[in-house]
């Protein structure tokens, strides 16, 4: 079992650093990052520095920027941690 000892905001600072660190490696300004995503340059600029942006703006960045297979994953259902967790499932049969 892991433990989170971040807090949402170092998250949203983390992956805004992550998402100007991948919009430099791409060559990008913010200008043109504007223009793939449709996001405003004031809402980009806002995200890089201080981590704050909307879901809907976050996903057209993470578009514009190829970065979106990692949303596929977010909520998926958590692994068991131990056997017992494994065979307390409920088993699931095929149909006949």
Partial sequence: MSINIQ???DLQRK???KAKARRLAENLSRRTLA???????ASIKRFETSGEVS???LL???FALNCTKEFGVLFDP???D???ELQA????????
């Fill in 7 to 9: 807090s949402p905001g």
């Fill in 15 to 17: 992956l805004a650093a």
């Fill in 35 to 41: 223009n793939k995503s449709g996001v405003s340059q």
């Fill in 55 to 57: 879901l809907s703006n």
């Fill in 60 to 62: 057209d960045i993470a």
């Fill in 78 to 80: 958590k692994a068991p």
């Fill in 82 to 84: 131990s056997i017992a």
């Fill in 89 to 96: 499932l409920p088993r699931q049969r095929g149909s006949q």
